[in-house]
């Protein structure tokens, strides 16, 4: 199976590490959005698709390649991010803030097989004079939770 993982990384490299978790457990390419073309991704079986959290969304830039591409034919993908608030929080935001990612790629016919989130370190607004939020983040359970969520993707993408 060819499969290949789209990050935005921007502040801390938390996004970063669980794509290279989730890498890992597929044996998958890691791209950047300017080298994810549409002759790239037509040749892979499965496409990762992350970033971190930014106002509720996915980062610009992967939000504006998708919206680039071309329509596929049930292509398959999942969705990933870090976000900088507490685990409670990760959960209970999941759906809203993957939302615009998703619904975009549907439009472009990729079938979503999983979604992924966990905390990141942060040091936006108030949070850098604190010395940041979740500093720890993501930590080995989070790499080990990722690497486990990718390989269960493994069977959903031959179904």
């Known amino acids: 199976m060819k499969s290949a993982l789209i990050c935005v990384s921007v502040h801390h490299g938390n996004t970063d590490k669980i794509a290279r978790a989730m890498a890992d457990a597929l044996e998958a390419t890691l791209l950047r959005p300017h080298e994810a073309t549409a002759g790239v991704l037509s040749k892979l079986d499965l496409v990762g698709f992350g970033s971190g959290i930014y106002y509720s969304k996915h ?59 966990c905390s990141g370190f942060m040091t936006w607004g108030y949070y850098r004079f604190l010395g940041g939020r979740n500093n720890d983040r993501p930590n080995e359970d989070d790499l080990k939770r990722a690497w486990e969520f990718a390989s269960s993707l493994k069977l959903k993408a031959q179904e």
């Open 59 to 117: 980062h610009k830039t992967l939000l504006n390649l998708v919206n680039r591409l071309p329509v596929f034919r049930n292509k398959k993908a999942f969705v990933f991010s870090t976000a900088g608030v507490s685990d409670r929080l990760v959960e209970k935001n999941l759906i809203k803030n993957h939302k615009a990612l998703k619904n975009k790629l549907v439009e472009k016919g990729f079938n979503i097989i999983g979604e992924f989130s």
